[in-house]
């Protein structure tokens, strides 16, 4: 009796562990050109303490696809060398995420113009010396 429940109640487990599991899919996208960007990092962190629990790479229109992510909270990282990373909380539930195209912006936008304000950095009034 023992040993026809035991096989039984391990499928009823391993189905349950299954279900659990779910995909995180979307695209990428350059605000520049409003292009798909290819090769892009897409990691999926814990919040708690930022542990890489899955990712992938994009493929060349821009889409990416993360299967066997438990269900729960957490954080959606886009790394490319050349963009801004993004960063976004999502939480995700028992069926297939599917999350909104996503824009990067170029880091060469990011800083347009720097404005440099130069001054004495060492004022002398009297018989005092003054540092900035």
Do not use: C, W
């Not at 391990?10 to 520049?32: C, F, H, P, W």
């Not at 299967?67 to 960063?87: Q, R, S, T």
Request: net charge positive; no cysteine; proline share 5%.
């Amino acid at each position: 009796m023992l040993k026809s429940i035991l096989p039984f109640f391990a499928m009823l487990l391993s189905l349950s562990t299954m279900a659990q599991n779910s995909e995180v899919k979307g695209t990428i996208r350059d605000t520049s050109g409003n292009s798909s960007l290819k090769n892009a990092v897409i990691a999926i962190l814990t919040p708690k303490d930022s542990v890489l629990r899955n990712f992938t790479r994009t493929a060349s229109d821009g889409s990416y696809s993360l299967k066997n992510v438990p269900a729960g909270n957490y954080i959606l990282l886009v790394m490319h060398p050349a963009f801004a990373d993004y960063v976004e909380d999502i939480e995700v539930k028992s069926t297939s995420l599917a999350v909104g195209p996503i824009s990067v912006t170029p880091k060469s936008k990011l800083m347009e113009a720097i404005i440099l304000k130069s001054g004495s950095p060492m004022r002398i009034k009297g018989d005092t010396t003054i540092y900035t």
